[in-house]
């Protein structure tokens, strides 16, 4: 079992910046991705970025590279997301999720585990 307690999240202006962070508990060693899934207003997933926890290979959503950037720490049991210049649509709330093979993830926005999510509200 694996426990993703996210915190962060919060109401910000168009450009503005947030950090989200994942704790993780439970057997989160090797062989395990950690990432981050969002849900829209229109309550479509959308995969943003996961990390893996073998060696730390990133895998990013296209349209947030180069303003959201994920890092975990040498425990491997925290994951962050940094979001900068942040647009309305953005807005979403932002789930950690972890799971043994990152394509679940990205292409099936599906996971083993799951937080309780965090939402971020961008307003123009």
């Known amino acids: 079992q694996v426990r993703l307690v996210e915190s962060g999240g919060g109401s910000v202006q168009t450009g503005a910046s947030l950090s989200l962070s994942c704790a993780a508990s439970?057997?989160?060693?090797?062989?395990?991705?950690i990432g981050w899934i969002r849900q829209g207003p229109g309550n479509d997933r959308e995969f943003v970025a996961a990390?893996?926890?073998?060696?730390?290979?990133?895998y990013n959503l296209e349209v947030t590279k180069g303003r959201f950037t994920i890092a975990q720490n040498n425990a491997k049991n925290t994951v962050w997301l940094h979001m900068n210049r942040l647009k309305p649509e953005d807005t979403a709330a932002y789930f950690c999720?972890?799971?043994?093979?990152?394509?679940?993830?990205?292409?099936?926005?599906?996971?083993?585990?799951w937080g309780q999510g965090t939402r971020v509200t961008v307003s123009s």
């Open positions: 999720a972890a799971d043994g093979d990152v394509e679940n993830m990205r292409r099936l926005k599906r996971a083993d585990y």
């Open positions: 439970g057997h989160t060693g090797m062989g395990y991705y």
């Open positions: 990390i893996s926890s073998t060696d730390g290979t990133i």
